[in-house]
């Protein structure tokens, strides 16, 4: 062979050398690209609020859906939902499932139990503070307004702490064939709570996916030693922890079922959603709870007379909201949580409509410094 051409072929193969380091190179940090992807991709995971079936179909009566509770582990670790038949309503809390039936009766749901609605995530807080004492629910959504001002994403919140009083349903179970909840929940059990440890188990869904799931607030809460649960119509606060996870994505299994399929879902329920939700506002039939009776619900009957209006007495507004910015605020209220706009209702969206109503409905005085939007 030629000297030149065994030179060529030389250069050739240094060549090929370079092109293999420079391309196990490029493969390397490829593949360190992809692990840092994979490593985001699961953090973010952690970050998606996943929902089986939506709160429209449940509106509509759809209590069977086909997700187990043992399923429900893979998509988060904290969250709320109801049993197939409507047979309690769904705690999550920690990773653990549990059934709030009758009265508030609670235990772990067994793994094969079927659920037609849940929404759940891996509770990682992004936010903390104290829970201010005397604060009723009202004044908590407002609190927690400020605290997680971003409206149009998905907000899990879990407060851990100690509360003078609780008002909480349980709904009844259900037998096919189903009537649509608004009718049914007229049935449900209501009770109360008195001087108890535990916590409110919450997501605050925005206003725009309100046929998706339960639009603003919606709260379960579970005793410390897991034993009562339910959902919550009202609180009076005492002493505790605030949790907030932001959460911004969202995933949602719908069920393929023939009834699902069969659902016109393209009606709006709002108003079938206000019936659910105005029971708490409502004058409350239960009997007053002997103040001795903690952690033993009373268990509300229709036929009962009002004994009692069981009405939470408006909270101490004079702390000063902690771990709040107020740096843009050009008039500083004393209590930011506690406004009640003195704008027409017409003149609000939907949400602060409702929570004025709530706010009219408990006599609370109107907040001077509030503004219409
Ligand atoms: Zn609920």
Same mark, same amino acid.
């Given at each position: 062979?030629?000297?030149?051409?065994?030179?060529?072929?030389?250069?050739?193969?240094?060549?090929?050398?370079?092109?293999?380091?420079?391309?196990?190179?490029?493969?390397?940090?490829?593949?360190?690209?992809?692990?840092?992807?994979?490593?985001?991709?699961?953090?973010?995971?952690?970050?998606?609020?996943?929902?089986?079936?939506?709160?429209?179909?449940?509106?509509?009566?759809?209590?069977?859906?086909?997700?187990?509770?043992?399923?429900?582990?893979?998509?988060?670790?904290?969250?709320?939902?109801?049993?197939?038949?409507?047979?309690?309503?769904?705690?999550?809390?920690?990773?653990?499932?549990?059934?709030?039936?009758?009265?508030?009766?609670?235990?772990?749901?067994?793994?094969?139990?079927?659920?037609?609605?849940?929404?759940?995530?891996?509770?990682?807080?992004?936010?903390?503070?104290?829970?201010?004492?005397?604060?009723?629910?009202?004044?908590?959504?407002?609190?927690?307004?400020?605290?997680?001002?971003?409206?149009?994403?998905?907000?899990?919140?879990?407060?851990?702490?100690?509360?003078?009083?609780?008002?909480?349903?349980?709904?009844?179970?259900?037998?096919?064939?189903?009537?649509?909840?608004?009718?049914?929940?007229?049935?449900?059990? /209501? !009770? *109360?709570?008195?001087?108890?440890? +535990? %916590?409110?188990?919450?997501? @605050? $869904?925005? &206003?725009?996916?309100?046929? #998706?799931?339960?639009?603003?607030?919606?709260?379960?809460?579970?005793?410390?030693?897991?034993?009562?649960?339910?959902? /919550? !119509? *009202?609180?009076?606060?005492?002493? +505790? %922890?605030?949790?907030?996870? @932001? $959460?911004? &994505?969202?995933?949602?299994? #719908?069920?393929?079922?023939?009834?699902?399929?069969?659902?016109?879902?393209?009606?709006?329920?709002?108003?079938?959603?206000?019936?659910?939700?105005?029971?708490?506002?409502?004058?409350?039939?239960?009997?007053?709870?002997?103040?001795?009776?903690?952690?033993?619900?009373?268990?509300?009957?229709?036929?009962?007379?009002?004994?009692?209006?069981?009405?939470?007495?408006?909270?101490?507004?004079?702390?000063?909201?902690?771990?709040?910015?107020?740096?843009?605020?050009?008039?500083?209220?004393?209590?930011?949580?506690?406004?009640?706009?003195?704008?027409?209702?017409?003149?609000?969206?939907?949400?602060?409509?409702?929570?004025?109503?709530?706010?009219?409905?408990?006599?609370?005085?109107?907040?001077?410094?509030?503004?219409?939007?």
């Amino acid at each position: 062979m030629p000297l030149d051409c065994m030179k060529a072929i030389k250069i050739e193969l240094n060549h090929a050398a370079q092109f293999m380091t420079n391309f196990l190179r490029a493969l390397a940090t490829a593949s360190f690209i992809i692990t840092a992807a994979m490593g985001s991709a699961y953090a973010a995971d952690r970050d998606t609020l996943y929902q089986y079936s939506t709160i429209d179909g449940l509106l509509a009566g759809l209590y069977d859906g086909e997700m187990t509770v043992g399923e429900i582990a893979a998509h988060g670790d904290f969250g709320l939902g109801t049993f197939n038949d409507l047979d309690g309503e769904m705690i999550v809390i920690d990773g653990i499932v549990y059934q709030a039936r009758g009265g508030g009766t609670t235990q772990t749901a067994p793994a094969q139990t079927l659920v037609p609605f849940v929404s759940v995530t891996f509770f990682d807080a992004n936010k903390t503070a104290p829970l201010p004492s005397g604060f009723n629910l009202a004044a908590l959504e407002a609190y927690l307004d400020q605290l997680a001002p971003n409206q149009n994403v998905y907000q899990a919140i879990r407060v851990d702490g100690v509360f003078k009083h609780l008002k909480l349903r349980t709904p009844p179970k259900q037998s096919k064939p189903y009537a649509p909840l608004a009718q049914v929940i007229a049935q449900q059990d /209501v !009770f *109360e709570l008195k001087d108890v440890a +535990g %916590t409110l188990v919450g997501i @605050r $869904t925005p &206003q725009y996916l309100a046929s #998706l799931n339960v639009a603003g607030y919606h709260f379960h809460f579970i005793t410390a030693d897991r034993a009562t649960g339910g959902h /919550v !119509f *009202e609180i009076t606060a005492d002493s +505790g %922890t605030i949790r907030i996870d @932001r $959460t911004a &994505q969202f995933k949602v299994t #719908l069920p393929e079922t023939q009834k699902f399929a069969a659902l016109d879902l393209n009606q709006s329920r709002h108003e079938d959603m206000k019936r659910v939700e105005q029971v708490r506002s409502q004058p409350s039939q239960l009997k007053a709870m002997p103040t001795s009776d903690v952690m033993n619900p009373v268990v509300a009957s229709p036929a009962l007379p009002l004994v009692a209006p069981v009405v939470a007495p408006p909270p101490v507004l004079t702390l000063a909201a902690p771990n709040i910015d107020t740096t843009n605020d050009t008039k500083k209220s004393k209590a930011p949580w506690a406004f009640l706009f003195e704008c027409k209702d017409e003149a609000l969206p939907d949400h602060m409509r409702m929570r004025n109503q709530r706010h009219k409905a408990a006599r609370r005085p109107a907040n001077k410094s509030s503004r219409c939007p």
